[in-house]
């Protein structure tokens, strides 16, 4: 029963929201998220100095972090929401989740027709020609499938096939309208770069000229060589990407066994249509997503020796990996026999010494170099989004700034110790450390976050399952 005093109760004294609110305003925070990034793109040019910029990010980053503890806390929401907006707070209970879904679907892929065409006369000059018979084909196939599969409360999984085919849609169309041009971002085309250096024979751990500038290959070896097929090939990088993150919608949906498919569709909808994510169509987490979903998906399913070499592949991929690592195995140590974790060890070892050894025996400073500490060595500060660094970068200076990530971390990994027996509980930690590195990094752009909103989603999801086992045992 809730809580019907007039005053605001403090978080100890709230009780449960029932099961289908919580699932409401759960989505509703995640959405809200998407939409802060899509509101700020990756910043805007700065027309004033560094630390007047700096500071006006500060209530955008309040924001970003009270939303991400509000998702954990959303009883917290709904009193909120009791006490001074009641009128809102009626609309989100009178609503069907799949209404709600309808709506902010439609308000994202509105946002994203308007990136398309502001990236249409915004980078012009590198290449950027909308189609604009097929821009409004695919957009009438999208919104009308759209008031097709959620106004009219279609069956969840008929909206799941809609999320990947407008998806789909969408990507396709971005794809044959927008080349890749360094100009633009040097995300996939440095890969590219790498990889046709590798079929080569040639060091892919190196110096790249593009037409950008000259800069090093930054990504570890499971990022690039993800790409390699497609760059065989000749095809373009965001094929893959697009091929992967469908396969992540399906195994999240079908693979995680969700205790409510509406609150799956609703969630995969707001990751896959949102603004942001479609309007930076040319990153390269696609591979770390999958993998995260994989993991996570097997975990679920009691399956950890082989959710571990998907971990693996993971750590190889990128650093966001090693921070959310610890919490995986953390978990595993509480929950499984010792030769469990002991072999979860040996599995992440193996993996990532037969993957990432050989490049660092290959160009041992040139690896080191390009993966861990060109951004450091080069005292470069870059931020435009969310993030403390700046003012912390100012009491403890740039280089310093890794120390300030690595006690962060190590004190939330402490701080989780007894607490990850639940999966869904390392999860939560795990969304905590990562951000908390994300937020203190010498350099972030907004795409980082994308992988915070992928981990929520994951945390939803099995924090959903786990709380509906608890309640039929």
Known sequence: MLDNSPALPTAASILPLEETLEIRLQCLIVAAIAFLLSARLDGFPQDNTQWIFQLSLIPYTGGLLWLGWLFFRSELLYHWLKRFFPPALRLIERS???????????????????????????????????????????????????????RQNARPVYGLWFVVFAYGLVQVLTIISFPLNPNRSDLLPLIAGADTNFLHGLAPYTNYTLESGTL?????????????????????PRLLNLLLVVASLLLVYYGSAPASPAKALFMLSIFAFNPYFQYRHEIYYAPLWLMLAACFGL???????????????????????WIIAPFILGHIFKTYRWRTAAGSCLIISAICTVIIGPFILWTPEAFFYGVLTHWNESNSFSARTANLSYFVSKIISVRNLQIVQAVVVLSVLALSAGRLKSLGECLKWAIVALTLFIIFNILIWSYFYLTIIWLLILASLTLGKEAQVASSA
């Open 299 to 321: 975990l679920n399913r009691r399956k950890p020796l082989l959710a571990l070499v998907f971990l693996a592949f993971a750590i190889t991929m990128t650093q966001f990996a």
């Open 216 to 236: 090093p290959l930054t990504y570890l070896p499971g990022t690039w060589l993800a790409y390699l097929p497609v760059v065989g090939l000749g095809g373009d």
């Open 96 to 150: 069907r989740l799949s209404q709600l879904n309808f709506i902010v679907v439609l308000g994202f892929e509105l946002i994203t027709l308007g990136l398309l065409f502001f990236q249409n006369s915004f980078f012009g000059r590198f290449g950027y020609k909308l189609n604009l018979p097929l821009t409004g084909l695919v957009f009438l196939l999208v919104f009308g499938g759209a008031f097709a599969v959620f």
